[in-house]
Structures are given as C-alpha cells and as structure tokens.
C-alpha cells in the first residue's frame, strides 16, 4: 500500500490523503483545506507527498506568492516532494462529494501523481468515483 498526500498549496492550501493497494486500487481517506500558511501536518508519515507546481510564467501576483510561501513551509519540512504539473491535475475527473475547491484539487493532484506512477489506471480513478457515487461502471 502507498499512502499519498496531495497538496495544492496557495492562500488557501487544500489536502488530501489516499492510499493505492497492490490491486492498484484507491482508498480516499480525508481531504479539507486551511487558509494562510500555518502548521502542516506531519508529511514524514506518508510515503510519497505529491503537490501541485507553479507556473512559471506572468507575472507575480498576490495569489502566486502565497503558492510559493506554502510550497516553502512544506519544503521546510524536509520530506521528498513529487511535483504535478497544473496539466495533470486537471486530466483528474472528479465525482466524490468533496468540500471545498482546493481540497477538490489536492484530492486531483494525489491521483494524478498515483496515476503517472502507474499506481492505478486512469480506468479505475474513474470507476472509483463511480462507486463512491453508488453508480456501477
């Protein structure tokens, strides 16, 4: 079992922990999301954190500045940190009745990552929201 956090760091930073089984399924555990930078959670318990990157391009605004405190504080902690592109988390389809954009997104880039990594396929993310939705794929 892999177990994954997801960030989507910012001003509002969202989280999301999953774990992938051997059989390459999903298991959701918990996504919310926090205002301003704060205190992070433990990430040295989870074996791989994957948060979503910034783009480097524009200009700096206010929104991408506070991107970059955030992904600051989480690499202040010294774990690895896998980067997933902003293309990637939004290949992610989403169903299951998460609150909070953010959380909605760090819950994408967590599956995105276990995607790229060949962790689960792109099939079952999608029946998985399905089940958790009561429909069968």
């Known amino acids: 079992m892999t177990v994954i956090f997801g960030i989507d760091p910012g001003g509002t930073t969202g989280f999301c922990l999953i774990e992938t089984t051997e059989l390459g399924e999903i298991v959701f555990q918990e996504a919310v999301e926090r205002k301003g930078i704060g205190q992070f959670p433990n990430l040295r318990l989870c074996d791989v954190v994957a948060m979503e990157d910034v783009v480097p391009t524009g200009r700096l605004t206010a929104g991408k500045a506070l ?29 299951l009745p998460i609150r909070g954009d953010h959380a909605k997104d760090a819950y994408r880039v967590a599956v995105a990552y276990a995607i790229r990594e060949g962790l689960v396929s792109n099939d079952v993310a999608i029946s998985f929201l399905a089940k958790k939705q009561g429909r069968n794929t």
Not at 85 to 91: A, I, L, M, N, V
């Open 67 to 95: 991107q970059l405190k955030a992904i600051g504080a989480i690499e202040a902690q010294g774990v690895n940190i896998e980067y997933v592109s902003p293309e990637e988390r939004k290949r992610v389809s989403i169903s």
